[in-house]
């Protein structure tokens, strides 16, 4: 569990990193974060998640990440940081 709580922290801040990127108008570095947010992604994967985390991080992999760089993707990103975020943070080690 210590290394999934790891992993979630890691992938709520290239979310956060992809949000801010986005803002600055910085999209060639908001892609590269996309990029480091699905390799997170493929190792949570191979993890066991509750059903509604599970549901999270699909939507992250099929919508979010494939999505173009604009104001509602940074918000989404926002958005899905803080969920895992908080869920991580719930998480004993």
Same mark, same amino acid.
């Given at each position: *569990?210590?290394?999934?709580?790891?992993?979630?922290?890691?992938?709520? @801040?290239?979310? &956060?990193? %992809?949000? &801010? @990127? %986005? =803002?600055?108008?910085?999209? !060639?570095? !908001?892609?590269?974060? @996309? =990029?480091? !947010? @699905? #390799?997170?992604?493929? #190792?949570?994967?191979?993890?066991? =998640?509750?059903?509604?985390?599970? #549901? %999270?991080?699909?939507? +992250?992999?099929?919508?979010?990440?494939?999505?173009?760089?604009?104001?509602?993707? !940074?918000?989404?990103?926002?958005?899905?940081?803080?969920? +895992? #975020?908080?869920?991580? *943070?719930?998480?004993?080690?």
């Amino acid at each position: *569990m210590k290394n999934s709580k790891l992993i979630l922290f890691s992938l709520a @801040s290239d979310l &956060n990193r %992809i949000t &801010n @990127s %986005i =803002q600055r108008g910085s999209y !060639a570095t !908001a892609d590269r974060f @996309s =990029q480091e !947010a @699905s #390799q997170w992604l493929k #190792q949570l994967s191979k993890t066991k =998640q509750k059903p509604y985390v599970r #549901q %999270i991080l699909n939507n +992250l992999e099929n919508d979010l990440l494939k999505a173009n760089n604009s104001l509602l993707k !940074a918000e989404e990103s926002l958005m899905y940081s803080t969920l +895992l #975020q908080n869920y991580a *943070m719930s998480l004993e080690v």
